[in-house]
């Protein structure tokens, strides 16, 4: 299979991280037989720096192009301290979302034995959860109408969903379901708000079309809730923007470490894979970054944009070899890790290639 | 001290718990000296069978009348197989908050030593955590406009807030943080959301006011993962009425029971203290029932509504005896219970008063 990957590195640990990310790409490509060709490009303070423009014309041009986007991350303290900046790293992301119609944030919270002890959540309640959660991006209260009224005292935004958002969603979410353990899980707050009875009765439409797959509508106080008290009863669950955000970052609590928490944003065409740690500038250049959610987002990028199952597998199987035979980074090793157990980012690469 | 207090048992174990509670009630008046009267008032599905209306004119008179509402329940199974009924047991809650103006829930997560091992999160993250919620109860997305539109295909609702909303509460909660650990946490969504920021001003001006208050705000997706990950490190937090519908019920799991947490709705006059469990119609007549949470509502009743702390710490404390002497209700009992220490609803109540 040939295929063509933009790698957009982008801000702080980004650039480390990816080049794990690529290398096991290639390692897969030449065990596999496959072809896999790349170029790169700017986005963030990087881009911005470069060229005064987060998201550069050609940025887009060369993502519209490609296959699939291995991307690192976007931010920089600098901008942190200066709220009224008007042109931001985040843009890029926003920005990228957007031109490539990105509507599905898919993150998967699957908990590798190795790294159990490291959620605040007993591991009896966590062996063997495994969730992939798709969250909705460009619709909901981020993108409604808002303001203020009555001379500025009081302030108000809108939940908004229409039908095809819902829809397509919905239909990305039942399809994952159905090469997986065969339930959904829908989000909503239907008791009380509109927007979320739309959204029940189109994912329910949609569950017509798929018969053999299990489905079931939690609100989201109830999903919050049941996410910590039972995770291992989710397989899919799908949510609309703002409950999405909520129970992604809950959950990748659940994880222990959003150092190994990968994601794919998706829509109708060119799909994005990133970790969901962002740049991290406190470590960047250091060498100590943890390349595994890069890893494990070019695994999601063979899995989902190019449907290849069996070199996916193989990624995360080395992923959890490295594990078991005791190899940590920083963020993940503990008081039980020996020292010469605790590997830099290249380090953690390579002992991942000879597992491939 | 003389206070008139109004018993509103309502539905299904409202009935069996309250009692409990107003025995507690009257033991603290006669150790300490207090006059204690009472009342009785109809809500709810037994409101509904005597008089036709889940909330009859005069159970909002006494109510007014009252100095504070010691609360059982509403709710009936009958009503959750009929969703178009028009009249329901729920509205009686409502009706009663809306009646008596009370703006602010106040839910305190404090754990018992003796049940750290209920919850699914580990006991040395749990140990010593003690958050008391305020979760606005009259304004947000749930009072807001809504509809649809498009011919059906798109549904939208309106979250609002005023500043007079959001400082009363904002006011209350720093009370409380004075008379605690004074932390505030504050809790929205001030990097998308317009009624978040209007929050998060009010919150800041407020806060102007109580210099010796440490104040945070963190974004609900951010306190959603630190509630889990992290629980000691709050205090008071204070958040509006989606964001306390979903943190609330997700700290319940913190608390590993639902059967042991209490829960106050304020305003500016009488409040009502009520147990967070339902009316559990299950169990209801089979005196099984976990009556701490509505002996935890008397204390909190006693702390808020009189004043009384001295008197509040006595009921708390009688509950950890009677925990830490081994005895259990049913649903906080566990394989290591032994048969002989699992009490029904008036003998958990007996070792309670015999605490006293
Ligand atoms: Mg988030
Ligand atoms: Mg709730």
């Not at 250091?286 to 070019?298: I, R």
Request: proline share 3%.
């Amino acid at each position: 299979m040939k295929k063509h990957i933009v790698v957009i590195a982008g801000d702080g640990i980004g650039q480390e991280v990816t080049a794990v990310g690529k290398q096991v790409l290639n390692r897969i490509a030449e065990k596999f037989g496959h072809e896999f060709t790349y170029d790169e490009a700017l986005i963030g303070h990087v881009a911005i720096e470069a060229t005064g423009n987060p998201l550069p014309a050609e940025t887009i041009a060369k993502s519209k192009a490609s296959d699939a986007i291995l991307f690192g991350a976007v931010g920089h303290p600098k901008y942190d301290n200066d709220p009224s900046a008007k042109v931001r790293p985040e843009q890029g992301l926003l920005g990228i979302r957007k031109a490539l119609g990105l509507y599905a944030n898919l993150r998967p919270i699957k908990l590798f034995d190795e790294l159990l002890q490291a959620s605040s959540i007993k591991p009896e309640f966590l062996k063997g959860a495994d969730i992939l959660f798709f969250r909705e991006l460009t619709g909901d209260v981020y993108f409604g109408e808002r303001g203020r009224k009555d001379e500025g005292s009081t302030a108000y935004d809108t939940m908004i969903y229409s039908r095809y958002e819902v829809e397509r969603i919905a239909v990305k979410a039942f399809e994952a379901a159905m090469t997986r353990r065969k339930k959904v899980c829908s989000v909503d707050k239907a008791n009380v708000l509109e927007s979320s009875r739309l959204w029940r009765e189109v994912v329910q439409e949609v569950a017509k079309r798929y018969p053999d797959v299990e489905v079931e509508h939690q609100f989201i106080d109830a999903a919050a809730m049941l996410l910590i008290k039972d995770p291992r009863r989710f397989d899919v669950v799908v949510t609309g923007n703002l409950f999405g955000d909520i129970l992604t970052d809950e959950a990748s609590q659940i994880a222990g470490s959003m150092g190994m928490l990968a994601s794919a944003s998706v829509g109708d065409s060119t799909g994005l894979y990133e970790p969901i740690h962002g740049s991290a500038h406190d470590i960047t250049g250091k060498g100590v970054a943890n390349p595994l959610a890069s890893v494990l987002s070019a695994a999601l990028m063979l899995d989902i944009s190019f449907g290849l199952k069996e070199e996916a597998e193989a990624v995360v199987n080395a992923v959890d070899q490295v594990l078991k035979a005791g190899y940590r980074t920083r963020d993940i090793a503990d008081s039980n890790t020996p020292a010469d157990k605790v590997l830099g980012t290249q380090a953690m690469g390579e002992q991942l290639l000879a597992c491939l």
